[in-house]
């Protein structure tokens, strides 16, 4: 065997990386799970949670994320605050170096590094986010029932979830700051057909506004005029970045968005390192989904390290 | 839009088809959720799950269950009882045929009928479920700590949990009824040189006895002779049966277990058929990637009916 610090690390603290922490924890492995700022990643941020299976009333991403690391805790799963800045997984033993210089040394790797979307960075949006500001329909939309919201983007998945918030909201307004969309033409013609859905064209987002909630945005045209709308809620669907940038993408293998793909097992095409969560490549970014994802990849480090014996 | 009782019917209601039925619900689909007997599929029968995040102290398979089934009642899913005798699926319109004779036809349809453990069909063996007789080594093996268990089966499955358990069990004896073993010979190996697990060839396990819990075993050997071990766990590990006995398996696509393959978001090879759970050709088969794969199933039926519009 290895001499290596730890039979497995895994890198990140969201519910994929606590689900994969638990798996391995509790199957007694060597196991130190490395989280750059506190555990929870996304969902912290997330206000309210009505669809993570076991929760018939719903509950906070940060109450969800004190379930989940109180229960890795009475497993004994080791955590540690750690900036990554190197990613080394060429050899056999997989090395991780600190910004402090440390290295941490293991037989395997789990990538949970999860993804972010893309923000405006416009005045209000980071105060109401979970307010009425949203990056993720699915998760969101169904809490916009016969409101007047708006999407603001032009490409598939904002056409595309402009359309679906239509279920719950009276008015979907995509804001968009050219004059066409960049979306599939047969999303775009669904869109266009749809009697809720209103567009306006060259136009970006400058504000969002609100005493607790959002009420109002301001927008800004190419000719420089602005003008408020009302709205209790803005989804901006601009596009979701994978946190990859510490990460060995030709070598873990990536797709063009820089997310990381896997067999069904969430193996990367290195031996004994799994990616599992929002840095997988896959359609579907859901808090359940990351947690199975999460548990699937505990388990194939446990085979890859058995193997190892 | 083709003229059907429901956009998607979900079939079991196991977690995965719970999932699928509140993301489907909570999305405003005609849906409704078709299952034999009780809701909760395999999940019903476990004593105690300590490894579905969320639960820092764990909770019974039947607490899981009422919880998941509130949360989509909540959300409105309709839910029936039926003894599914028939499935087509040649058309475009999905069509169920109940026990009864009444029909019931979807646009999409999501298999979840799961998977069931196969059994040694002995004395004491059901009562002792959840009480030291189990069918899994992921979810019970961390429940045996420092205890004598055994292990019935002589596969992979049986081989490599049997060497899994000894991370928790003073001692594992793999009782097998060949004087040989099927599983890979690198599995074999492993488990010969493993100083806590013993064998005990040629034999049949006959009966399981405790009062209130496992604590001991009968065997039979091939000439006949019978004797008690002590044991406070008994893992019989010989193989797990997909509910498949009404699926179109050839047209599903399946593997030669008869599990249904998919791809990553679900989807059969007949279009609007997805499969979720442990109906799934796949290695993982426990409840959090269950649901996961439930969610991902339901986003991909709502995007299939969204482009039959």
């Known amino acids: 065997m290895a001499n290596t610090d730890y039979q497995l690390i895994i890198l990140g603290g969201g519910p994929a990386g606590l689900t994969a922490g638990l798996y391995a924890a509790r199957d007694?492995?060597?196991?130190?799970?490395?989280?750059?700022?506190?555990?929870?990643?996304?969902v912290?941020?997330?206000d309210w949670i009505d669809n993570y299976p076991g929760f018939p009333d719903g509950l906070s991403g940060s109450e969800l994320v004190e379930k989940m690391a109180a229960q890795v805790a009475r497993f004994g799963l080791k955590t540690r605050n750690g900036n990554v800045v190197k990613v080394e997984l060429t050899e056999a033993t997989k090395k991780l170096t600190l910004e402090s210089g440390e290295e941490l040394t293991s037989q395997a790797l789990i990538i949970c590094t999860g993804a972010r979307p893309n923000k405006l960075g416009i005045p209000g949006e980071e105060k109401l986010t979970g307010k009425g500001v949203s990056y993720c329909a699915t998760c969101d939309g169904?809490?916009?029932r016969d409101q007047e919201i708006l999407v603001v983007g032009g490409g598939d998945t904002a056409v595309q979830e402009a359309d679906f918030l239509t279920k719950f909201a009276s008015k979907v307004t995509i804001v968009h700051r050219r004059d066409t969309l960049r979306a599939t033409k047969v999303l775009q013609e669904k869109a266009f057909a749809n009697k809720r859905i209103e567009f306006i064209w060259n136009s970006n987002v400058i504000a969002v506004e609100g005493e607790k909630e959002v009420e109002r945005v301001r927008l800004r045209n190419i000719d420089g005029e602005e003008?408020?709308?009302a709205a209790s809620g803005i989804f901006i669907l601009i596009g979701t970045i994978p946190n990859n940038e510490i990460l060995p993408l030709k070598q873990l293998g990536a797709d063009k968005q820089g997310f990381?793909?896997?067999d069904g097992e969430?193996?990367?095409?290195?031996?004994?390192?799994?990616?599992?969560?929002?840095i997988r490549s896959k359609?579907?970014?859901q808090v359940i989904n990351g947690a199975g994802e999460g548990a699937v990849a505990a388990i194939a480090a446990e085979h890859y390290l058995s193997d190892l014996d």
Do not use: C, S, Y
């Open 28 to 42: 007694q492995l060597n196991v130190l799970l490395v989280e750059k700022g506190v555990v929870g990643g996304q």
């Open 260 to 262: 990381i793909k896997t």
């Open 227 to 229: 003008k408020e709308i």
């Open 283 to 285: 359609t579907v970014r």
């Open 142 to 144: 169904p809490f916009f």
């Open 44 to 46: 912290l941020v997330t």
């Open 266 to 278: 969430m193996r990367t095409k290195i031996p004994g390192v799994m990616a599992a969560g929002d």
